[in-house]
């Protein structure tokens, strides 16, 4: 069926006058990582304590190409939140032309993919006018699933968790960390201060996707303690983002 609305200047059709605008799509992954954000949770620098799959990027499970983009960060988010042991991705027809199936109930996540079109009318008027076509950009949605949502697939697609590498040990960094005399606890799949309680949370060093990020993390944190009345009597009463917080 042929589309009548309007094109917005992203590319993306727009609903008829009279019905309720679409759901743009830029709106709606900014919403989602901003609600990760305002949770503790950076999807870049998230420490992998809940995730079963080993640390890598996600990628397709027929072409073997690695997603990328927005939709690293909307395909680890997946993993972490639902508990997924593996990295690989397919649509529901790339599952059957693998001799499997999605298994029936199973929700997809939605993914992107970003280009570039030139209309029959852009090339006709830059061809009269003898000049360069202008490109509109697009985004089309695709929905995937996770290998462990399907079954009978090829084994080597299942793949299981591996284990946690050694700690990458910087020693500035931990001098300068164990110079604070700050109560850091190690564990969990969280990053924290409690102010209440005056200790700083970690998730284990090799847990985080580059090891680097534990350091970042830890003085982050260390930037929240030195905040406790005890030291610097800092406002503690804003939320995650505003001023206060920081």
């Not at 927005?70 to 993993?79: D, E, H, K, Q, R």
């Not at 793949?159 to 960390?177: K, M, N, Y």
């Not at 009345?229 to 804003?238: E, I, Q, W």
Request: glycine letters at 10%; proline letters at 7%.
């Amino acid at each position: 069926m042929r589309r009548t609305g309007k094109r917005g200047a992203r590319g993306e059709v727009l609903a008829k006058s009279g019905e309720p605008p679409r759901a743009s799509l830029y709106t709606e992954i900014t919403d989602r990582i901003i609600a990760d954000l305002e949770r503790g949770c950076v999807p870049w620098v998230k420490p992998w304590g809940r995730a079963k799959a080993s640390l890598g990027l996600p990628k397709n499970a027929v072409t073997g190409r690695s997603y990328s983009g927005i939709n690293i960060l909307i395909l680890w988010g997946a993993v972490i939140e639902r508990g997924y042991a593996g990295q690989y991705w397919l649509t529901f027809w790339q599952a059957l032309w693998l001799g499997g199936n999605v298994r029936k109930g199973e929700h997809g996540t939605t993914i992107v993919h970003a280009d570039r079109f030139i209309p029959k009318d852009e090339k006709e008027r830059a061809r009269e006018e003898e000049a360069e076509p202008r490109a509109v950009p697009f985004l089309k949605r695709f929905t995937i699933f996770n290998v462990a949502q399907c079954d009978g697939l090829p084994e080597h697609l299942y793949g299981q968790p591996e284990p946690l590498p050694e700690r990458a040990i910087i020693p500035q960094a931990e001098a300068l960390i164990r110079a604070s005399g700050a109560d850091i606890r190690i564990g969990g799949d969280r990053a924290f201060y409690m102010p209440v309680r005056d200790f700083i949370q970690l998730p284990p060093q090799p847990a985080f996707l580059d090891q680097i990020n534990y350091y970042r993390t830890a003085l982050h944190e260390l930037g929240h303690w030195t905040g406790h009345p005890t030291r610097l009597a800092r406002d503690f009463s804003g939320s995650f983002g505003t001023k206060a917080y920081a």
